[in-house]
């Protein structure tokens, strides 16, 4: 019998070196741990607790009776790329036409189809630090450098510009950040964005990814975009989708905005890959559009108020350091006092990861490491989870975190 190792050699070198996704990874530990019926209360996951609205359900039902059964293009429906145009001018003030815009199977496949036609062997890649857990791995698998740029806890882990222009060299060909952030919520203001576009004004080999699918979770009641910059717009990479504004995860659906050349060569790279996007689910993305804000915004009331009941609890909890997230519905809590603390096992705390697992089996709550997103000293929790769950769960913590000696 060979061992595991010599078993999974035929493997290629790329799948070997591929992290997986912690945020997946946590929650199928949570579902397990549930299956065998303790009561696990999953913070773990970045998905709305919300469901679709009704009328972006009952517009798929429809795009079912009429026969949208068929292949799409590669891009995506011509009236959703016209409506996400139109949104993209009515909420961010930029102008694209639809051959700007590829439609692609969630904002993760944008992403990776940007780094892909963009990174060669070599190239740095700047990540703003803590970042989304599948930034980095997808710069990986494009042979590219990640390069993080960390913010830290006091500013509510926003970059300086200073920290942006000390990290790039002659090899950076990318910037990559998001805004909301996940995972720590921050958001990035209209000046502060000017002060990074000037910078990489600077370096034309630059390119930017914009990820902004949080747009409509923002805390602050003003978004501002990259793009909207114009002496480098036609470097920047927008993307967007539906899963969190919309509460439409399943649904698969994401965009990105960028200049021709670049969203011809996502449609090349996509063509070979998935071809274009679920029929249905791009119906159902274009009511989406075409309804308005509204239930996002009743989404946004529900988060905002979540983050405040659980920040009062967290500050409740000795040795966990806090601040204020502006978006998303993620808090991203300092709990570094905690290493180096034993548990009544017997077992010392070394990191995030140890103490994640230690949560999750003694508290029966779901978080995930912050290592997972380049800052060990903290842990993600998000707060898309019913008030009552979150107030237990929160119970759950200082309980179970007075144990530790």
Known sequence: ?????????????????????????????????????HDVINLSFGEPDFQTPDYIKEAAKKALDDGFTFYTPVPGYLDLRQEIVAKLKRDNDLDYKPENIVV????????????MCLVNPGDEVIIFSPYWVSYEEVVKLAEGIPVQVKGNIE??????????????????????????????????????????????????????????????????????????????????????????????????????AACKEIADACDKMQSQITSG????????????????????????????????????????????KTYVPQGAFYIFPD??????????EGKV??????????????????AVSGDAFGADECMRFSFAASDAKLEEAMGRLKVSLAKLK
């Open 349 to 366: 705390i070394h990191n995030s990861f140890d103490l994640s697992m230690y949560l999750l089996n003694d508290a029966y709550v779901a």
């Open 335 to 344: 709990i570094s006092a905690y290493f180096g603390k034993t548990t009544t």
């Open 155 to 256: 500013n509510n882990f926003v970059i300086t510009p200073q920290q942006l222009e000390d990290a790039i060299t002659s090899n950076t060909k990318l910037v990559m950040y998001s805004s909301p952030c996940n995972p720590t919520g921050s958001v990035f203001s209209k000046d502060e964005l000017l002060a990074f576009a000037r910078i990489l004004e600077k370096h034309p080999q630059v390119y930017i990814i914009a990820d902004e699918i949080y747009e409509y979770i923002n805390f602050t009641g003003e978004h501002a975009s990259m793009a909207q910059f114009d002496f480098i717009k036609d470097r920047v990479i927008t993307v967007n989708g539906f899963s969190k504004g919309y509460a439409m995860t399943g649904w698969r659906v994401g965009y990105i």
């Open 104 to 115: 692609s199977t969630g904002a993760k496949q944008s992403i990776a189809n940007a780094v």
């Open 1 to 37: 019998m060979q061992s595991t190792e010599q078993e999974t050699s035929f493997l290629s070198d790329r799948i070997l070196a591929l992290a997986e996704s912690q945020t997946i990874a946590m929650a199928k530990k949570a579902r397990e741990l549930a299956a065998q019926g």
């Open 277 to 320: 996007t679920c029929s249905i689910a791009q119906k159902a993305a274009l009511a989406a559009l075409k309804g308005g804000k509204s239930a996002a915004e009743e989404m946004t009331a529900a988060y905002l108020r979540r983050r405040d009941m659980v920040l009062g609890l967290m500050k409740d909890i000795p040795g966990i």
